[in-house]
């Protein structure tokens, strides 16, 4: 059974085809002030994200709505290279980050997604959750906080007292605390007695495991537009088998590696989307509070509720590939953000 009602959201189409009517008129001249020139897209991604991320199909949208990517050569300064309106990147390293902090003060009419600072924040499993803990958000849509968590930064043996001292709630997931990208800093592991835990290599952060009948909602944040889609997640946990069950069970990255549940003939109590309300006040609030424009969260919905969700992880510059829709999204928002800047421009040339 495909729940239609809440994964298309209705007039989506027929907004994108106002607003490229718009994008027309505006590339055109029509009703506006100047004709808007191209913009140009540096990008700086592995090759597996330039792969997924930069499809024929992207490419070939953004060229009819004037925007061109271009690769970014990581071998010759950044300043030497474009002009850029956007640089877009997800690379790893202290020097990457410098090079971008440098470019960002030399170049200011440049917008660079997103500054480095905020993304090191969503980097450490700790602080990532920190803002939606923060925001303690609960309105009459439904409430939203993050698993009750213990951080670990070494000595597995100290685990057992620190568990007991804060009352988490058997079972546990252990996440690495450091996302760099890496497979190692995607195994988590799920620990059924908390004398195992003693056996996990830390930095680590303990979770309390949230039953949520195995399924998740990956809300994609593009700017202001946001789009929801199910996967597949770990099963439940019930009480019979957290009882016969100890030890520490390993398991490799699962939401990438998860199908998705959006054909799946769900219970609809599970299956049920987020209210659009409730995620829309939440993306716009993190947007905000993380200082970031390219990210998505992972939500679940405590089983057996209807309104209580947690954020148990977001990643930067996710895997947009797998959102529906989003050749027209992104170029949509690159295009956003390029009217935004002219239009500043224009108003600040008038006042003066
Ligand atoms: O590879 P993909 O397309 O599955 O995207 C990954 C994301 O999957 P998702 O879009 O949430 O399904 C993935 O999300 P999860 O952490 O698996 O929830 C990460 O964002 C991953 O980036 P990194 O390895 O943590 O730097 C993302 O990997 P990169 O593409 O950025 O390497
Ligand atoms: N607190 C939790 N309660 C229930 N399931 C969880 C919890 N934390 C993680 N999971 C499960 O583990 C998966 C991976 O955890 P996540 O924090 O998203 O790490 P990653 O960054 O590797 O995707 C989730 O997609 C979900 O299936
Ligand atoms: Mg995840
Ligand atoms: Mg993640």
Known sequence: MRLMEEIAYKSEEEEREEEEMVSQAYSIGKGFPQPMKGVVVGYALTSKKTKSFLQPKLEGLARNKGILFVAIDQNRPLSDQGPFDIVLHKLLGK???????????????????????????????????????????????????VPKQLVIKKDPSSIPDAVNKVGLMLPLVAKPLVVDGSAKSHELSLAYDKYSLEKLEPPLVLQEFVN????????????????????????????????????????????????????????????????RPLLERLARELRRRLGLRLFNLDIIREYGTQDRFYVIDINYFPGYGKMPEYEHIFTDFLLSLSESKYKKRTALLKSL
């Open 95 to 145: 020097e990457w980050r410098q090079i971008l902090e440098d470019y960002r003060l030399t170049h200011p009419e440049v917008t660079v997604l997103d500054p480095p600072d905020a993304i090191q924040h969503v980097h450490n499993r700790q602080s990532m959750l920190q803002d939606v803990a923060d925001l303690n958000l609960s309105d009459a849509y439904g409430k939203v906080g």
């Open 212 to 275: 949520h009948g195995g399924v998740l909602f990956k809300v994609y944040v593009v700017g202001e537009a946001i789009k929801v889609v199910r996967r597949f997640s770990l099963p439940d946990v019930c009480k019979r088998e957290l009882s016969k069950c100890a030890g520490v069970f390993r398991f490799p990255r699962v939401s990438c590696a998860a199908a998705s549940a959006d054909d799946a003939d769900l219970d609809p109590g599970v299956a049920e989307l987020p209210p």
